[in-house]
C-alpha cells in the first residue's frame, strides 16, 4: 500500500459507523510505526517511555497539510501543527516534555492507540 495510504487512513468512529481522519496525535503515532517515515521524520527517543521526536518538523507539518487537514499558509506549516499539538496535551493524546524542543510524549490516549495498532499489524502477520 501506498505511504500516503497508510498514514492517512481512515479510522472507523462510534457515531453511527461513520469513519474520520486521523487526529494530530493519530497521524504521528502513524509515522513513527511507518518504517518510510521512522526515522526520516520522525523516530523515538525513548521508546519504553513513549517518548519520540520530530526530526523534521516542517516536513511533518507539511505532510499533514498535504491531506487537506489542515488548512494553514506556507510560512506557518509548524507554528499552526505544533499549536495544534499542544491542544492534546490537555486531552490525552500527547504529554508534554519539559525543556525539551521537538520531542513529545504519548498520552494514555495515544498509547492505547499504539498498542491497538501493534496489535493490528502482529495479527496481520501471523494471518499470512
Known amino acids: ?3 500516503r495510504e497508510d498514514i492517512f487512513k481512515k479510522i472507523n468512529s462510534n457515531i453511527k459507523h461513520r469513519t474520520r481522519w486521523p487526529t494530530v ?3 504521528l503515532v502513524r509515522l513513527i510505526l511507518n518504517p518510510a517515515t521512522n526515522p526520516s521524520l ?3 527517543e525513548v521508546k ?3 517518548k519520540f521526536r520530530l526530526n523534521k518538523p ?3 507539518a507539511r505532510v499533514w ?3 487537506g487537514l489542515a488548512t494553514v499558509k506556507e510560512s ?3 507554528a499552526n501543527f505544533a499549536r ?3 491542544y492534546w496535551y490537555s486531552h490525552g493524546g500527547l504529554e508534554l516534555v519539559k525543556g525539551r524542543q521537538l520531542v513529545y510524549q504519548l498520552g494514555p490516549l495515544g498509547k492505547a492507540y499504539l498498542a491497538e495498532l501493534q496489535e493490528d499489524t502482529s495479527a496481520s502477520f501471523d494471518s499470512s
Do not use: G, T
Request: charged share 40%.
Open 1 to 3: 500500500a501506498d505511504v
Open 25 to 27: 496525535w493519530e497521524f
Open 42 to 44: 520522525v523516530c523515538w
Open 48 to 50: 519504553q517511555q513513549h
Open 58 to 60: 516542517e516536513d511533518v
Open 65 to 67: 497539510k498535504s491531506k
Open 76 to 78: 506557518k506549516d509548524y
Open 84 to 86: 495544534a499539538l499542544r
